[in-house]
Nanobody, 121 residues
Framework: QVQLVESGGGLVQPGGSLRLSCAAS????????MGWYRQAPRKERELVAT???????NYADSVKGRFTISRDNGKNTVSLQMNSLKPEDTAVYYC???????????????WGQGTQVTVSS
């Protein structure tokens, strides 16, 4: 079992910045891909950014050039630096980790509990 704990959400004015962090804990796993997703009210959950263990990144078009994802493989953490925030970035942000589980010998996806980001003046 893997637990993901997010931190760093909050209220920020348009044009401001926030940094989200997520830490994975547990035993008997190796993380392959980590990422951030978000879900706004009355909308489906959508991909924001992902990063592989090798550092390859992928971003939604709506956040390219404004958000940066990074990870520390040794600490099993992933972060999302969000700059030039817009009201449409308002959502609950979820951390995701794809983990290879040693006992099950399979990839299993885990989610954090979510952290609220509100961009408003």
């Amino acid at each position: 079992q893997v637990q993901l704990v997010e931190s760093g959400g909050g209220l920020v004015q348009p044009g401001g910045s926030l940094r989200l962090s997520c830490a994975a804990s547990g035993s008997g796993f190796r993380i392959t891909r980590m990422g951030w997703y978000r879900q706004a009210p009355r909308k489906e959950r959508e991909l924001v950014a992902t990063i592989t263990a090798g550092g390859r990144t992928n971003y939604a078009d709506s956040v390219k050039g404004r958000f940066t994802i990074s990870r520390d493989n040794g600490k099993n953490t992933v972060s999302l630096q969000m700059n030039s925030l817009k009201p449409e970035d308002t959502a609950v942000y979820y951390c995701n980790a794809e983990c290879y589980m040693a006992v099950e010998q399979e990839l299993i996806g885990y989610w954090g509990q979510g952290t609220q980001v509100t961009v408003s003046s």
